[in-house]
């Protein structure tokens, strides 16, 4: 080979490897799901026998009959979301700005729940919102919950689940972008005459939104797909769309709905994020 | 918000300020007063505490001991946003997010004004740069930056604007003209400015008024010509461009001057420009006012006998010259190139004269290496 010819195919034989991959693992999976969500079941076939036959209703009839938990996921998500960056934009905010010597030791405790299993994590809230557990208790003493109200099995510790699991994917994007900020655009702000509220109003948080967008995309995405919240949290009235496909794919084996569900949600979400961008407008930021 | 049109104007006064940090004094004691549209610089090394006093005046900074008084009002513990004061910072500190019409009606906006154009355009056309309004920071050069930060401060007119090393991230050329642009600009709008600097070139450049810092405190306040003939510490004299400091005593006195003897030889200085308290003193002689003759030519005022010529460089508009004298002291001559060949080789036998007015005279117990260790030119940019 010569040397010119290597200089140009030396790039794409790079590239080779991860082509080959999301190929594997990507493209032939999205084309193998796309085939089964046009299926019917076979005539006179076994339970999860079934063979294509183009039936775009599928799609209409998933919809329509999921409409609920379709709601509830894009809602619970939406919440957990909201709560999750009210939660770590302060805590952002104090780590890049105010923690001086112990930055490196909060960012690290921020990581550590991944030490973890995801599953037992969410398992242990079960354990922290139960009966015996030391929020309910207080809660009851003053009066805040009724005697008969739980919290486990609720809607609300669905959304409380998902806010706490996905709480480091909206941290660390926030404070990147925050601890970016040069202090000194905040004195300067000052300096002209802005209070600490507006000088956050017009300068912190405008010149921190590029976190912003990315920690409620790495929040807001995975926790509208999520299921494992709401099958560990939740009670059957709280189910959410992900808790539904994984019900059609292992135990109705109902393959065509499942798919037709899992590109219903990706589409829902793909346009729900690209709005939600084009609102933001990212690309106007440094 | 201020209404700074109608706010407190006049003289800024600095009484008996301290700050420290734990056990470190940035700053010592500090009394000052700046008088009301002038030009004045803080000028010190690294670590004097020049910038933490820009920042209390600023209100980035309280002091832990001490008052700040505009005019007749108390702004000691006022915050910044409270005081008709503005800052042009060290990295521009420009927003990044707006524009540049939008980062200079920043201040404007936020004192409630509501029809800005007028003066952000004003200011525009007075930094020559109205076409760049609509561009963001980060499309700017430096040059470019460092206006738009001053644009930014003097269209809200404060009663004070400091400076803090606000040419420092600019190449050499740039920084000459920038300075000559600034103080046009301050006669042009009248404002008080206030110029940290450890560039010693510089403020001598712009300042009407000049205040030494070392070490948390003032060592000498003065115009630039006043602390560059007539310094009253050894740290002054050698930071101000350099000296040749030569231990002596005083023998007694003739008429208005002093006679000195220094290393045996005889020579006298007016009485006026002498800081000594006791005997014993650094007599002080910049290298420009020497002038070397061979031995033998007749000479007039001081004379040093007994050197010959150790070093010369030549540097186009001057010689520089390293004379050994008896006493073991290399002194340092820079003499004019008016006559195009440097006159003297290694190894001259020559003589120092000078005129008896260019003396100093410094406290004998003085460091006579102080302020010489650091070249202004090297220090980090914060302090």
Redesign the interface.
Known sequence: MSKALSKVKLPYLLLLPGFLFLFTFFILPILNLAQTSTQTPTAGGDTGEYEQTFRFANYIDAFIENREQFARSFIFAICATLLALAIAYPLAYAIAFKAGRFKNILLVLIIAPFFTSFLLRTVAWKQILGEEGFVVPPLRTFGIIGESTTLTSTSFAVVIGMTYNFLPFMTLPLYASLERIDPRTMEASGDLYANGITTFRRVTLPLSMPGVVAGTLLTFIPAAGDYVNAAILGNPNSKMLGNVIESRYFRIVDYPTAAALSFTLMAAILILVTLYIRKAGTEELV | ??DVSSATRGDLRLTRITKTYGDFTAVDDLSLTIPEGSFFALLGPSGCGKTTTLRMI???EEPTVGSIHLGTTDITTK???QRP???V???Y?????LTIFENIA??LR??GIKNVDADVNKVLDLVELPHLAQR?P?QLSGGQQQRIALA??IV?RPALLLLDEPLGALDLKLRRQMQIELKWIQREVGLTFVHVTHDQEEAMTMADTIAVMNEGGIEQMGSPADLYDNPKTAFVANFLGQSNLIKGRIEGTDGDNLVLDLYGQKISMPKSRSHAVDNSIFAGIRPEKFRISLVGTPTRGNVLTGGHIEEVSYIGVSTQYQVAMPWGQELMVFEQNDDGVPPFDKGDQVLICWEPNFTFALRGDEDAEAGTEVAPDDFDEDE
């Open positions: 918000m201020v600023a209100g980035l915050r910044p946003y004061i503005n800052t910072f060290q990295n500190a420009l927003f990044p997010h920043f201040g936020r004192r963001k980060t930014r401060a809200n």
